[in-house]
């Protein structure tokens, strides 16, 4: 008798327990989202007259930098791209690509490549910022940079750029391979664009100047230095930092996450309410 | 059973008494009589109050549809009344910062502002969109549970129809409602459906003008004559097919699963009054519930992270909604085939699958019915439902229809699968054009043979029952089956009859039989 009184109660307590957990978690939510849309919306800044420039490019280096860069070069790149960088049947030559393309492609961890696949991944750096900035410096002074590429690694003041701007160029020029979120996606025959939400400043000013792999090189006749800082603020802003308000984001790849949680969650879920309301025989 | 008899078994127990006829009058009865004086509802009212639904769960999917399109209605109108139709250019300068200063439309403009200025808009804004997903899905899993048990035949191939109707409708509401906010997602599926009208032969650039006011984007009117669409029109239809629909599940009364006590002239199941409207309006409240939470917990379309749509402006990995994945996998892994000549162009790879495609799956839906009599020659009346492993055939065509529109929804996520994985794109492309086909194959296959294996299980309908596993002294292991656990409260359901009248209970409450469990015979 104990039993069944204990097996009523749960048959009562559940749905009671159920309606008063999703009723209590939705007024929850939409109570939360009041007080989100009064909280302060992360500011944007418009630099009226900056005082330094949007990007500064460091591309004097001290005979101790490079001395240091030569040392690294000669022990973990030589062996392919050769003493002086200058390329072999398995390596491109380095020699006039400037800093920032060395700086980046380092600082990334795609050098030293781990596997000769379609295209290099980002993995956790080899060295630190100090060193690659060492090895670029020893690359650079091999031979002055080639007309187009940067003298120096750029270094932004991400302060100074518009994020609005940063927007309207971000969508006109950057969302086609990397998507609208910055998530990055599959092309064509096993290239792919990265994500940028690990990317650093100075790694989205580098890759907009130098075009690493697939990406198209943009270079001072196409972008001038403050839309890159505008590009990079919008990078490292909103795209790496998104306001995703109203819950869980999901990933940022839109609709195929959303519709798995629609039918798993939305309709898969109602779908157990109703098979614990009816009959099952 | 469940809670529903025991709630049902109480108020009919206390009606078999009598005690209804006999109890003093409430306000309530007070004024019901005066209703009934003037309109003369209590004979309805008796009827639509005595009706007998069936109990299994599965019988509850389509109101989660119900539930949904009630939730749709009431999140809409609060979304109408803020939202801007307008293709009007504006200039932004709300509280979302990365927009300041962008020229935008006020159709865009106002759904930002709804998502961040306007109080608890964003919660509103995404039930309905979370709504949207649910009600088609629960449009589809329903129509899988018509189509399985066989519900569809005589005398109910209308109602069919009618369903299969709202499932389109649906859709075409879905994506014209997902098109509203004009941000850069939204506008690439509109230039999606412009190149669709497009592709059809002769007529196709008459009707893209026609839609558009114009070459595409046209002259701006496209936005409010979705609106008007998705807001009144569309639901309008919707509704009134809605109507149509249940008028119809009334007028011939509910299948059931064939069971203890249940023929082809009776329905076995709960009234409509008390125990079936308590049961539903609690359904109703829990998937208002779970469209709450999603709407609240769970993010979807952020909008302000796409910007607004520009005709130039275009961001890779652009899916639709999940119900428009089918067309969009059948369009992605079309080969691009086309006839040039006699100075015109017939785009096969738009064409194909954009128009003939969708075409003949509705005019497959929708006459399935006729096309089942045809190949079956059944043409008899059915009340009592199939179960899907005694019809291995059409559970089988209906697994791998299921299996090939699953596949191409699959294949509308053909560059995320392709990332995810870390394989070529064409890899994924070019797998994809085999496996929508092959796969249906297996399973139909696969399916047909489960179906033959279960048919001739014994215990068909009844409740499971333990099974003890037993090991010998050799290490044999044997399997007995218990008796029924003595004292779980569970028993087969005994038909009893329900009279037209409520007076009429007192006389046959003796004729015994479970209480709460009414019999009504089926008129000729």
């Known amino acids: 008798m104990a039993t069944v009184r204990r097996t009523m109660h749960v048959r009562y307590l559940l749905p009671a327990a159920v309606v008063a957990a999703v009723g209590l978690g939705g007024l929850l939510t939409s109570l939360s989202a009041g007080a989100s849309t009064r909280s302060r919306a992360p500011s944007g800044t418009h630099a009226i007259a900056a005082p330094t420039p949007p990007i500064r490019y460091v591309g004097n280096f001290t005979p101790a930098q490079v001395h240091e860069g030569q040392v690294l070069f000669e022990a973990n790149c030589s062996s392919c791209h050769g003493t002086q960088a200058e390329g072999s049947a398995v390596a491109p030559d380095l020699q006039g690509l400037g800093p920032a393309t060395v700086d980046f492609w380092v600082s990334t961890g795609r050098m030293p490549l781990a596997d000769a696949s379609v295209q290099a991944t980002r993995k956790p750096a080899r060295f630190d910022n100090q060193q690659a900035t060492a090895i670029a410096a020893y690359v650079a002074s091999l031979a002055p940079t080639a007309q187009g590429f940067p003298s120096g690694i750029p270094y932004v003041d991400t302060q100074a750029g518009s994020l609005s701007m940063g927007n309207r160029l971000f969508v006109l020029n950057c969302a086609a391979c990397h998507t609208i979120t910055g998530a990055g996606d599959a092309l064509a025959e096993g290239a792919y664009a990265p994500s940028l939400h690990v990317a650093t400043s100075t790694q989205v000013a580098e890759a907009v100047r130098t075009g690493p792999g697939n990406m198209p090189v943009f270079g001072p006749g196409t972008l001038s230095n403050a839309q890159v800082a505008d590009i990079v603020a919008y990078v490292t802003g909103p795209i790496q930092h998104p306001n995703d308000r109203g819950g869980i984001g999901l990933g940022g790849i839109g609709p195929v996450a959303e519709g798995f949680v629609a039918l798993l969650i939305g309709v898969g879920g109602i779908m157990l309410i109703a098979f614990w309301l009816g009959e099952r025989a | 059973m469940s809670t529903s008899s025991s ?472 399997t007995v089956d218990t008796e029924a656990r003595p004292g779980d409260g569970h028993h087969e359901l005994e038909p009893m009859l329900v009279p037209g009248f409520i007076e009429g209970l007192d006389g046959d409450g003796a004729e015994g039989g479970e209480p709460g469990v009414r019999r009504v015979v089926r008129r000729p």
């Open chain 2, 7 to 478: 709630s049902s078994s109480s108020s009919s127990s206390s009606t078999t008494t009598g005690s209804l006829s006999r109890r003093r009058s409430t306000p309530v009865d007070s004024g019901l009589g005066w209703l009934d004086d003037r309109l003369g509802v209590a004979k309805g009212g008796r009827i639509f109050m005595d009706k007998i639904f069936p109990d299994h769960w599965s019988f509850l999917l389509g109101e989660i549809a119900l539930y949904s399109f009630v939730v749709l209605l009431a999140t809409g109108v609060f979304l109408t009344l803020y939202f801007v139709p307008s293709a009007a250019q504006t200039v932004y300068h709300g509280v979302y910062k990365p927009l300041d200063g962008v020229k935008m439309s006020e159709a865009y403009a106002s759904s930002v502002n709804i998502s961040f200025a306007v109080r608890s808009g964003l919660v509103i804004r995404q039930m309905h969109h979370w709504a949207a997903d649910v009600f088609i899905g629960s449009i589809a899993v329903h129509m899988c549970r018509i189509f399985f048990t066989g519900a569809f035949r005589k005398p109910r191939e209308l109602n069919w129809i009618v369903g299969v109707s709202l499932l389109f409708l649906a859709i075409v509401n879905g994506f014209l409602g997902y098109s509203l906010p004009d941000d850069l997602i939204s506008g690439t599926g509109i230039r999606i459906a412009y190149s669709i009208l497009l592709s059809i032969p002769l007529v196709g650039s008459y009707l893209a003008t026609l839609v558009f006011g114009g070459v595409f984007p046209g002259d701006g009117s496209i936005i409010p004559r979705f609106f008007i669409l998705h807001v009144l029109i569309l639901p309008a239809i919707i509704a009134g097919l809605i109507g149509a629909h249940l008028f119809m599940l009334v007028r011939q009364k509910h299948t059931q699963f064939p069971g203890h006590g249940r023929t082809e002239d009776n329905v076995v199941g709960s009234p409509m009054f008390p125990t079936f409207m308590a049961k539903t309006t609690g359904f109703l409240f829990m998937v208002t519930g779970v469209l709450w939470a999603l709407g609240g917990l769970a993010q979807i379309n952020p909008i302000w992270q796409f910007g607004p749509y520009v005709p130039y402006k275009i961001s890779y990995a652009v899916q639709p909604d999940w119900y428009m994945g089918w067309l969009d996998g059948a369009m992605r892994i079309m080969p691009s085939w086309e006839f040039a000549g006699f100075g015109h162009t017939i785009p096969f790879m738009v064409f194909l699958p954009g128009v003939l495609f969708p075409g003949l799956t509705s005019i497959l839906f929708i006459f399935w019915p006729f096309i089942e009599q045809k190949l079956t020659g059944d043409r008899a009346e059915h009340h009592l439902l199939d179960r899907p492993r005694d019809r291995p055939r059409r559970t089988a065509v209906g697994a791998a229809f299921l299996a090939f529109y699953f596949m191409l929804f699959c294949a509308s996520s053909t560059d995320v699968l392709a990332n995810f994985f870390q394989v070529s794109l064409n890899v994924v492309l070019w797998t994809f054009r085999f496996v929508v086909f092959i796969v249906p194959i297996i399973v139909g296959l696969f399916t047909y043979r489960i179906c033959l294996d279960m048919t001739g299980v014994s215990h068909v309908g009844k409740r499971k029952r333990a099974v003890l596993i037993v090991r010998s002294a050799t290490g044999e292991y044997t």
